[in-house]
């Protein structure tokens, strides 16, 4: 069973809204990554953390997008102002740090923008 | 930059048989490959990840050994259970980055 908890599980938003989503990632790993996955189940990398600092992320131009892992709190995923486009299930995952170590999943939130 | 494909989008096969899953990657690191499956509505599990060339790895009856010389990692099993429907998707972590690139997924529906 996944020990990467996301909360919630579906999310409703209408066109402009804001949609939060959070993360708790399995115990112990400093690694948190947030993927987008589209009806077509198509993954699309968007950000990930090392602790709090931000190792990698997409040019989220829009700037619709925003995430952080606090110290001690659940991470998170906002986007500011949804869009239809913007549905999709959000996957959150976690892991050790290093190339050959194993990428943990959640569930994930699947956000339906109306 | 770094890539995978996975050829095919559908496959569908009576229980019992053989199949293969294809999958190619590009980078120019040091590639780490993983094949990851998906139930309806549950999250990615692991399934293989390997480094070594020319190594196979198994596990749950999943088999799959990493060519370095034409860039490929396909996935293998003997015989498909009704079990074994899912997505599956083929994955790559280049060099040191911790980034998963992942490719299509390719759904396998298998028939009694």
């Known amino acids: 069973n996944s020990k990467v908890i996301q909360t919630p599980r579906y999310l409703v938003k209408g066109q402009g809204q804001k949609a939060k989503m959070r993360c708790i990632p399995e115990?112990?790993?400093?690694?948190v990554f947030w993927y987008q996955q589209n009806k077509n189940n198509e993954f699309k990398f968007l950000i990930n953390f090392q602790n709090q600092e931000v190792l990698q992320q997409i040019d989220m131009t829009e700037k619709r997008f925003s995430a952080e892992c606090p110290s001690n709190s659940p991470c998170s995923l906002e986007i500011q102002s949804s869009e239809a486009g913007d549905s999709a299930l959000y996957l959150c995952a976690s892991s050790l740090r290093g190339q050959n170590t194993e990428v943990f999943f959640g569930k994930g939130t699947r956000l339906t923008v109306v | 930059g770094d890539s995978v494909t996975q050829t095919e989008g559908l496959v569908t096969l009576t229980k019992g048989l053989p199949v293969m899953l294809n999958c190619t990657y590009q980078t120019t690191y040091s590639p780490f490959l993983f094949w990851y499956v998906q139930h309806l509505n549950e999250a990615p599990k692991l399934l293989l990840k390997?480094?070594?060339?020319?190594k196979r790895t198994e596990h749950q009856g999943f088999y799959a050994t990493l060519h370095k010389s034409s860039s490929s990692f396909h996935l293998q099993k003997s015989s498909v259970q009704l079990s074994d429907s899912a997505l599956y998707f083929c994955?790559?972590?280049?060099?040191?980055?911790?980034?998963?690139?992942f490719g299509a997924g390719t759904r396998l529906a298998v028939c009694p």
């Open positions: 390997s480094s070594t060339d020319n």
């Open positions: 115990k112990g790993h400093p690694v």
């Open positions: 994955a790559l972590k280049p060099g040191s980055f911790n980034k998963l690139t």
